[in-house]
């Protein structure tokens, strides 16, 4: 895969991903928004990816942003239309995504960038890292699902301040309030990314894909949760894979999972 703004390297069933503007702080622009789109589409019909590890170039940001220049003389059909083609084709892509999304956030994740991150299933941030949705000192308000997941992660009343007041916190303040699953040097970062998407690359495919389906229910208007759980659930039983585990369960020795 040969991207502009992006690079992109499969090594034992992981995705390395990294949005590469390293200069502009790895904002998102127009090119990148269609580069990362392409990637994501391509990684749930990839049998050689299991997992996606996310990431920026450099040590200063993952993401820190939109590219604002882009869109300064946009009208409001133009914004509409920005934000629900990327919220589908990126943000809602990822978190819909059969194989699961880490991001690992090693510096500034602002804006786009944050609502980036918050798209993936899993958040790993340097201790260095620091967020916030900036977009109400612009004028706007998050337009890639900010105000929504944020809600989900940390509460009604944090995600409304940390709109409102356009503040960034640190890692360690984040981690607190459930924005981030785990803090770590920043020399540590891929390693322990890689560490947690290597656990789960030991567990069975379709059982993984089932459970972020059924996860991703609890916020899906018009959906009940506990009976998209029954189904997937219910399912399972008829998968090669279920076999599998029980069986090495019962002999006591390691599951060798093949994705049937």
Known sequence: MNYQNLVTEIRNGILYLTISREKKLNALNKETLTELADVIAFVQRSSDVKCVLLTGAGEKAFVAGADISEFSS????????LARNGQTTVFDAIENSA?????AINGFALGGGLELAMACHIRVGADTAKMGLPEVTLGLIPGYGGTQRLTQLIG???????ILTAEMVNAEKAEKMGLLNHVVPLSDLISRSEEILNKIMLRAPLAVSAAITAVNAVYTDGVNGY?????EFGKRFGNKDFKEGVSAFLEKR????KGM
């Open 254 to 257: 390691t599951a060798q999972f």
């Open 156 to 162: 009604k009343g944090r995600a409304t301040e940390m």
């Open 74 to 81: 946009y009208s409001t059909e133009q914004g509409e239309a």
């Open 227 to 231: 009976e998209t759980e029954i189904a």
């Open 99 to 103: 194989k699961p999304f880490l991001a």
